[in-house]
């Protein structure tokens, strides 16, 4: 009946089809059983906090319930060993911060595979990190400091939120970059570093700009360079770590929305499409901007290759620097 090309464009049209009828067809669905989006935090966290807003604005879209469930736990993997198991009949879904590609090389025992286990529904936000220094160092832009380290090897500290997070292996990279030796220091989370770095107990640390932002406007801490490839809107003077001569360093706290692997691509496309309705929204972009994020939709394959792009990235700075957790 149908030639080559016939057959061709009747599957297209058949996806289409499916792909426009999977929202009407998820609200019927989870009509008595809501959408669960699995958090590996716990409450209040930016990851929480941006789970929500997504929750909130999709259930809104899709005219279902989407309840955020909180499971803490071994850095956000118990979360993603639940959904990891699920039907993938998209009743069931994860939202993760970068750490999930991390944890692939930190956590030696993880019972799902990072990036096999899932089916990405898209990329959420990005944040990026800031180099700052306490302003009693001397240096005031990244040439001048990496000849400074240097020219004290082994005798400057680096702060971190503990070992593996992202703070710590944004400093490992740095490490290898710029060729230095530097120190780590961690501590229970980045408040707790604050006082040290503010202090100058320790001269430097590598943080999300949401948590440097403050201290930065209020002279307590330099930038020094952003870590991502583009100048924050947060901060437009201060030069990235590209600019300052390192092409190949680009560090980003991001979110992304997953679902179990072989989840039906017609439930995915459908939960794109809302995404890209919430991310559209000058109201989430907003609320996400005061946490330090810019909104950053990807598709659900380009999605995909990035995650396991960073597992590959982070796993030869994680093997390189010989952190693990377990």
């Known amino acids: 009946m149908f030639g080559t090309s016939g057959k061709a464009w009747a599957r297209k049209a058949l996806a289409a089809f499916f792909c426009a009828l999977a929202p009407f067809w998820l609200g019927l669905a989870n009509a008595d059983q809501p959408i669960r989006l699995m958090v590996g935090f716990p409450p209040g966290g930016t990851t929480d906090v941006i789970a929500r807003l997504v929750a909130q604005r999709m259930a ?39 750490s999930h590609a991390t944890n692939a ?49 082994g005798k400057v500290e680096f702060a971190s939120a503990s070992p593996g997070t992202g703070q710590h292996l944004a400093a490992e990279l740095f490490k290898t970059e710029a060729g230095v030796d530097i120190v780590h220091v961690p501590y229970k989370g980045s408040a707790a570093a604050l006082p040290d770095l503010i202090g100058g107990r320790v001269p430097m640390m590598f943080d999300n700009i949401a948590v440097m932002l403050p201290h930065i406007q209020d002279g307590s801490l330099r930038p020094l360079a952003i870590t991502s490839r583009t100048r924050s809107r947060f901060l437009p003077q201060t030069p990235t770590m590209v600019e300052s001569g390192y092409p190949n360093f680009e560090v980003l706290g991001w979110f992304a929305l997953l679902a179990p692997a072989n989840t039906p691509e017609a439930i995915v496309n459908a939960y794109h499409a809302s995404l890209k309705k919430v991310a559209a929204n000058p109201d989430f972009i907003a609320q996400v901007g005061k946490l330090g994020g810019e909104v950053v939709v990807r598709s659900p394959a380009e999605t995909d290759t990035f995650i396991a792009a960073e597992v590959e990235k982070w796993g030869k700075v994680i093997r390189s620097a010989n952190i693990q957790i377990n």
Not at 124 to 151: E, I, R
């Open 105 to 153: 090389s930190l956590y030696t025992n993880q019972p799902f595979d990072t990036v096999k286990s899932f089916r990405a529904i898209g990329l959420v936000a990005v944040t990026p990190y800031v180099l700052v220094v306490n302003p009693k160092v001397a240096a005031h832009n990244v040439k001048d400091f990496v000849a400074y380290l240097k020219a004290h090897p």
């Open 60 to 98: 809104e879209d899709l005219k279902t319930s989407i309840v955020v469930e909180n499971r803490g736990g071994a850095s956000g993997n118990l979360a993603a060993s639940l959904v990891a198991k699920s039907d993938p009949d998209g009743k069931t879904l994860l939202f993760v911060p970068s």
